[in-house]
Nanobody, 119 residues
Framework: QAQLEESGGGLVQTGGSLRLSCVVS???????MHWYRQRPGNSREWVAS???????NYVDAVQGRFTISRDDAKSTVYLQMNNLEPSDTAVYSC??????????????WGQGTQVTVSS
């Protein structure tokens, strides 16, 4: 039984910053952790990932502005969002890959948290 609890969303002005957090618990060890977003009228898109070893990757639109990190002692993944733009307005959701012996990792999702960037 996986549980992902997100926090940190809210309303911010253009150029401002927010830090999203996602506390993860589940049935097994956690591998990769990810952030996605769904902007109004669009499908869900991938934003950032971090591997269990700490390697990170970002979609071009947030490169240099967003930073994904993890604290395994707290079973938490973060998304630091700086220099926010109105186009960043979206529901942000976290996901975690639970390692399973002999099977593909099982990905579970958080409920999402709203980020609104005003102009």
């Amino acid at each position: 039984q996986a549980q992902l609890e997100e926090s940190g969303g809210g309303l911010v002005q253009t150029g401002g910053s927010l830090r999203l957090s996602c506390v993860v618990s589940g049935p097994s060890r956690i591998g990769g952790m990810h952030w996605y977003r769904q902007r109004p009228g669009n499908s869900r898109e991938w934003v950032a990932s971090i591997t269990s070893g700490g390697a990170t990757n970002y979609v071009d639109a947030v490169q240099g502005r967003f930073t994904i990190s993890r604290d395994d002692a707290k079973s938490t993944v973060y998304l630091q969002m700086n220099n926010l733009e109105p186009s960043d307005t979206a529901v942000y959701s976290c996901a975690a890959d639970f390692i399973r012996l002999g099977r593909r990792p099982d990905r579970h999702w958080g409920q999402g948290t709203q980020v609104t960037v005003s102009s």
